[in-house]
């Protein structure tokens, strides 16, 4: 369970709500893998497999993965991800490679208007003064708001953004946004983002609500979103991000990486709303 704190984050609703966790006989406490990120960076550590000059280094997984949420369209509380991570390279193209790897592999299956939402969470600094803003921005709102932004305003008020309760939404997107507060490194990583999608013509819009819903995310979020041709609106058939502290924070070297997972199950449904899988 421990991994799981620590990476996915305390603030993140993965650990305050979704985690299936449960102690041992011997008063172990062990949680259901609820995402595979963690797991690989702790497999990377523990077994050196960064001690290699041909970084990045390049991993794919595939699996089951455990969440106590509501059951919905395309969402279960045992679903398989694929997804892969880039470790080793701080180049602002690895995040547009690895954006790029899962635009191409949803258009080959045959999606059309793939919908990718991109922002940027900027640098540690960034984010510390993104931070201040909002505490200062939401403390006259707070105690208006849901039990879960009240909680969140505590432990990190950037997964206010997050909230879904629709009555929240007004004071929300009224909010200051991240962009005022980046850093001039953390704004010419992100253009270049941009500017590489532009190249390689991956359509985009940028969202600046986009936090994503796991603590490890710094510099470049991203969501792959889609609307089958009979109207069912999937929201995320799968998403990533860059993350700069991870394998640090798991007893490793200051190895950035980025990835992505889609949800498997969600990409079926796509698949047999618009009549994509063949007999």
């Known amino acids: 369970s421990e991994l799981f704190t620590r990476s996915v984050g305390e603030s993140s609703d993965i650990v305050r709500k979704e985690m299936y966790q449960f102690l041992d006989k011997g008063g172990r406490s062990l949680t259901l893998r609820p995402e595979f990120t963690a797991g690989i960076m702790r497999l990377v550590v523990q077994n050196k497999l960064y001690a290699t000059n041909e970084l990045p280094l390049k991993l794919y997984y595939i699996g089951p993965v455990f ?23 701080n180049s ?50 707070i105690d208006s708001m849901c039990e879960d932004c009240k909680s969140r305003y505590e432990l990190n008020p ?32 992100f253009e270049t983002v941009l500017k590489a999608l532009e190249t390689m013509e991956i359509p985009y819009e940028i969202d600046d609500s986009l936090v994503r819903g796991l603590d490890y995310y710094s510099e470049t979020v991203f969501e792959f979103h889609y609307v089958s041709l009979n109207g069912n609106n999937y929201g995320a058939v799968g ?14 070297p200051e190895y950035p990486g980025v990835g992505f997972s889609l949800g498997i199950e969600r990409v079926v449904s796509v698949l047999k709303d618009d009549n994509l899988l063949p007999d």
Do not use: W
Request: hydrophobic share 35%; proline share 3%; aromatic share 8%.
């Open 67 to 89: 969440r106590y949420e509501r059951p919905q369209l395309g969402r279960y509380r045992q679903f398989n991800q694929f997804g892969v991570e880039s470790i080793g390279h």
């Open 92 to 141: 602002p193209i690895n995040d547009v490679e690895v954006i790029a790897l899962a635009y191409t592999i949803l258009e080959s299956l045959g999606l059309e208007n793939v919908k990718v939402k991109v922002n940027t969470l900027g640098d540690e600094a960034s984010r510390d003064n993104y931070r201040k803003a909002l505490k200062d921005y939401f403390k006259n709102h």
């Open 158 to 189: 950037l997964r206010i953004l997050d909230c879904k309760v629709e009555e929240d939404r007004p004071i929300i997107d009224k909010a200051p946004m991240m962009k005022s507060f980046l850093s001039d490194e953390s704004k010419k990583r």
């Open 239 to 252: 998403a990533g991000g860059h993350y700069s502290n991870l394998m640090k924070d798991l007893g490793g």
